[in-house]
Nanobody, 116 residues
């Protein structure tokens, strides 16, 4: 079955960087777009970034443009989110996501806390 496992979260000071990784298994990873979502405390889950199956096109939420970079490695079935210049408002649980045949699959989520 589809498995998405996030790693790399934690506590970082404002202005710092973190790199999240998502290890995928159980499906043809190379054939599907991948996304990162996040859910800040007390708020709705929101889309952060998406990358196409081949990695040739990406899209970002306005709030993270210029600071976050999504990338993928189809040989190793991983998608990453490099987060730079982090702000306290980036504090959230971050989720890896894919949509296959109209069915969405989520990772378990990983906490990112930006605080001094």
């Amino acid at each position: 079955q589809v498995q998405l496992v996030e790693s790399g979260g934690g506590l970082v000071q404002p202005g710092g960087s973190l790199k999240l990784s998502c290890a995928a298994s159980g499906f043809a990873f190379w054939a599907y777009a991948m996304s990162w979502y996040r859910q800040p405390p007390g708020k709705e889950r929101e889309l952060v970034a998406t990358i196409t199956s081949g990695g040739d096109s990406t899209n970002y939420a306005n709030s993270v443009k210029g600071r976050f970079t999504i990338s993928r490695d189809n040989a190793n079935n991983t998608v990453t989110l490099q987060m730079n210049s982090l702000k306290p408002e980036d504090t959230a649980v971050y989720y890896c996501y894919t949509l296959r045949n109209l069915r969405g699959s989520w990772g378990q989520g990983i906490q990112v806390t930006v605080s001094s």
